[in-house]
């Protein structure tokens, strides 16, 4: 049998029976080393080892996320310009995406590897300015308040997740995540056409990105 961890050592030999469950996963921190090329650039961004069914749903969901982006504000009559339909698939690509790739156990063991502290994750986050900024100039006529209040609580809630004991990060990340949702839904935070941004957004960084999880392998080998 595979070893269980510490927490949850495994049972005596003599209490095993077909009702005990045989463990399929182990818990590995380490990641692989990254491909050379252009495999290796993907290997860095999703994370080295990515198993067949992680790629699949980090991809195909987000495009599938994308053309939704664009057909959504079509459908409910926004005349939007070309130049923002473009940028609205691109945020969801990104969002959706980044939410996807995070939440796998690959990501989680690439991005909290050794070596990778609070000043990267934080400089991760603070990077998403961009797309704050992207919402509030073409969607929100130049919505600087929107852009610097979102972006203020962006950075104070995520300064707080990663301050926290490892065994609170994850509540309390999902904790700050709630507070964001419920703000997604006033009208002063919510932007038509693109309703859905905010709280995918927030999904991305507070609950995919940030919380330190153990990463889970498969005990043999990847499907």
């Given at each position: 049998m ?13 209490m ?6 045989i463990?399929?996963?182990?818990v ?9 090329g ?10 080295p ?52 790739t995070n ?38 006529a ?5 852009v ?34 419920v703000?997604?839904?006033?009208p ?36």
């Amino acid at each position: 049998m595979t070893p269980t961890s510490a927490h949850h050592p495994a049972p005596p030999l003599s209490m095993i029976d077909d009702r005990t469950p045989i463990p399929r996963v182990r818990v590995q921190w380490t990641p692989p080393s990254p491909r050379a090329g252009l495999l290796g650039a993907w290997d860095r961004f999703v994370g080295p080892g990515a198993t067949r069914g992680e790629v699949w749903l980090q991809t195909a969901i987000p495009l599938a996320a994308t053309f939704a982006a664009v057909a959504w504000p079509l459908a409910a009559g926004h005349a939007w310009t070309l130049w923002q339909l473009l940028v609205a698939g691109l945020l969801a690509l990104d969002t959706v995406g980044g939410v996807m790739t995070n939440a796998t156990h690959t990501a989680k063991r690439w991005y909290h590897r050794a070596g990778q502290g609070i000043a990267q994750h934080l400089g991760f986050v603070a990077l998403h300015v961009v797309q704050l900024g992207l919402v509030g100039w073409l969607f929100r006529a130049h919505d600087w308040a929107y852009v610097a209040t979102g972006y203020s609580f962006l950075m104070a809630a995520a300064t707080l997740i990663v301050l926290s004991p490892a065994t609170l990060q994850k509540p309390i990340a999902h904790g700050v995540y709630l507070v964001a949702l419920v703000a997604s839904f006033t009208p002063a935070v919510v932007t038509p056409g693109l309703e859905w941004f905010a709280p995918v957004f927030f999904l991305k960084l507070f609950v995919a990105h940030l919380p330190l999880e153990a990463p889970l392998a498969p005990a043999t080998q990847p499907n």
